[in-house]
């Protein structure tokens, strides 16, 4: 089997942030409903197969409930000798300290499953591992991964991956994918990238603060919902803070919004919910912003989206206005 690489992506800019900051992607999916309803995501497991993690990083630290290396070195170092994990980790979890930003679900568990080497590169075999290692992983108390975020992808189609998948699925495992940055800035034209373009997973592809369709972003009959991927602000190795764009920084935006969901849906029901169900909840948490189905799928990530009826022009309006505002607030935006 050949390698497998970082989905291409943009870093924006490295920096140092003193106060909190929650990300514009972060208020633009409405997670901090959730939080002051008192759900965080501290009840559920995200596996990140990404380089690793700044496992010393103040925003992630505490975050991190285990992890493996499946590239070179020692199988319990799992830090991040580039930088996308640690990234992709903090908008998943970084945690709400009153200092850098916060992630998604800042309370979430996250299993580090470093993939991929400081070139950005790994095995597909690697990944199959990770995928299988995630589903039989078990916590101290019983706990389990609920979620695997994988911001990755190659335009080869391997059976033996795609198998992976469908065995974690079948556990309850929700697998979501970036959908690749291939894009041609069309909105009825056919990328793919592999795992993305599975069926079983959850595709995402990525809009800006504006809710522009992302011209990088790909597009295809399997996107299953956009999120913001364009210049985001998340965790960065050396206690710093950094801005990259791509679907890769979409990806755990869902991610995070899934652990919601499941922490919050799992209350409600007072069950633990199929991967089926997750899906249908992530679904439902959706609205259109007006582009084509090869473009946004089900549309925007917008957590307590089934409070609005329907996104039509008054609600759009009201909806995009402020990310306008902030964007235009954002000098670097």
Not at 156 to 161: C, G, R, S
Not at 178 to 202: C, I, L, Q, R, S
Not at 292 to 320: F, H, I, P, S, W
Request: glycine share 10%.
């Amino acid at each position: 089997m050949s390698e497998i690489r970082l989905i291409p992506f943009v870093l924006e800019d490295v920096m140092e942030i003193s106060k909190e900051e929650i990300p514009y992607g972060v208020e633009m999916i409405n997670a901090p409903a959730f939080w002051r309803e008192g759900e965080k995501g501290q009840s559920v497991v995200v596996a990140v197969l990404d380089t690793g993690c700044d496992t010393s990083h103040p925003e992630l630290a505490n975050r991190i409930a285990d992890g493996r290396n499946f590239v070179e070195g020692e199988e319990d170092d799992y830090t991040d000798a580039h930088y996308h994990g640690t990234h992709v980790a903090g908008t998943i979890a970084a945690t709400l300290n009153n200092a850098g930003v916060a992630g998604v679900a800042p309370d979430v568990k996250l299993l580090i499953c470093r993939v991929l080497g400081k070139d950005g590169s790994g095995t597909y075999q690697g990944i199959i591992d990770a995928i299988d290692y995630s589903v039989k992983w078990r916590g101290e108390n019983g706990e389990r991964v609920r979620v695997i975020s994988m911001s990755l992808g190659g335009p080869n189609d391997v059976p033996e991956l795609h198998e992976a998948i469908q065995r974690a699925v079948l556990e309850g495992v929700l697998v979501v994918c970036a959908a690749g940055n291939e894009g041609d800035n069309k909105e009825d034209t056919n990328e793919h990238a592999f795992p993305g373009a599975y069926k079983e997973v959850v595709q995402v592809g990525a809009v800006d603060a504006k809710m522009k369709l992302a011209p990088f972003s790909n597009t295809n009959d399997e996107i299953d919902l956009v999120a913001p991927g364009v210049d985001v602000i998340s965790t960065y190795p050396g206690n710093k803070y950094a801005k990259l764009s791509g679907t890769s920084m979409a990806t755990p935006h869902v991610s995070g919004a899934a652990a919601l969901l499941i922490e919050r849906e799992e209350k409600l029901f007072g069950r633990e919910l199929s991967e089926a169900e997750v899906y249908a909840q992530l679904v439902k948490n959706t609205l259109s912003i007006g582009l084509t189905k090869k473009a946004e799928g089900n549309g925007l990530l917008v957590l307590n989206a089934q409070e609005k009826a329907v996104c039509d022009k008054d609600t759009y309006r009201a909806m995009r206005i402020p990310m306008e505002t902030a964007a235009a607030k954002d000098p670097d935006s």
